[in-house]
């Protein structure tokens, strides 16, 4: 088991018990000095393996480090702007001149209708 995996094993556990662990206790645990220990600390930060909070600890302001979850699955969103693409509006050229009340008025625009019938769902009650 490596260093690093070691300090890990001690943060996963301390989450897992109490909520994570206040830096400064690990670095005592671990034997090593605030420079050592936030060095590790960054490097672990960023594998995205730890997250760190700012607490008061025994009144003075430290960190809180905690275990984060690394084997969760990279977020992929797909989103599709080909409805709001599709808007007549956008590719209107009244719409500078479009106004409710005016000669272009989308409330009775039959462009802007027709769109947002294509998109109307039947409601079933
Ligand atoms: S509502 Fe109709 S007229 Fe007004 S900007 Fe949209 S498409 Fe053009």
Redesign the pocket.
Known sequence: MSFEDEVLKIIKESTKKSGGIVQSELWKILGIDSREGSKLVARLMRKGLLTRETVMYKGKKTYILRYADSTKIPLSISVSLNPVVEI??FT?R??SR?SIGGY?D?TR?T??TKYLISYSKPVIR
Do not use: G, T, V
């Open positions: 007549p509006c209107c009244q719409i479009c272009y989308p625009c462009l802007l």
